[in-house]
């Protein structure tokens, strides 16, 4: 399969985890420092789709973003299997470019299983440095809203990361812990914010359309 079918299959997957007829749960992973770099895990689930997603960061090889697709199995006793179908690689030397597409792959003989009670969510084995990775249970409990996760901050802006964020439109309003927030670009799966209030790596971004429809 070359790279642009790869593309598009990867596209129609992770478009059908955001479909406007079901609420999709989001998780993200605290930031993993590693050796010249680090890296942050996102988790969007609808129905019995998935996509897992990393994001690193490496002095050398700049920023890669790894996206997992596949299916969602109920085994019971708040215990699921994760199968994957596909994944993808895409890379960029600065985030606000547009990723490329540089591998793809079947991985369909990979397995993780995710565990869920009211605080955590569990899923090992992880995509990352980690062999077992936690996420934050509260943090998928936004209805109709785009979620993201402030991934890199300077005095004047910061860079927020979520697979949902190209579905933002004009008009779009943002917030952080309920404080407004100013969109000034938004490409692919990242995007550049302002605000006037102290912004921590970290944070989660909430953004809703201006639209009583998030994805016509």
């Keep these: 399969m070359n790279l642009k079918k790869i593309f598009t299959l990867g596209f129609l997957l992770c478009n059908s985890i955001f479909s406007q007829e079901n609420h999709t749960d989001v998780w993200f992973s605290e930031r993993k420092e590693f050796r010249n770099g680090f890296e942050f895990l996102q988790l ?12 690193s960061y490496n002095e050398n090889k700049k920023w890669e973003e790894t996206r997992v697709h596949g299916f969602i199995e109920e085994i019971g006793n708040g215990k699921y299997k ?9 890379a960029t030397k600065k985030l606000g470019l547009r990723w490329i597409l540089i591998q793809g792959f079947d991985c369909d003989h990979f397995e993780m299983q995710m565990t869920v009670n ?24 936004f209805t109709h809203a785009i979620v993201g996760i402030v991934i890199k901050e300077n005095e004047q802006e910061f860079q927020v990361w979520s697979l949902a964020m190209r579905y933002v439109k004009k008009g779009a309003l943002a917030s952080i812990k309920q404080k407004p927030i100013t969109i000034l670009e938004t490409v692919d799966s990242t995007g550049t914010f302002t605000s006037k209030e102290k ?4 944070d989660i971004v909430t953004i809703k359309n201006v639209e009583s429809k998030l994805f016509d």
């Design 44 to 55: 969007a689930k609808q129905n019995t789709k998935f996509t897992f997603a990393k994001l």
């Design 82 to 90: 994760l199968k994957p179908e596909m994944c993808t690689v895409y």
């Design 118 to 141: 009211e605080q955590l969510t569990t899923i090992s084995p992880s995509i990352g440095i980690s062999e077992k990775l936690s996420l934050i249970t509260e943090q998928n409990k």
């Design 199 to 202: 912004v921590q790596v970290g």
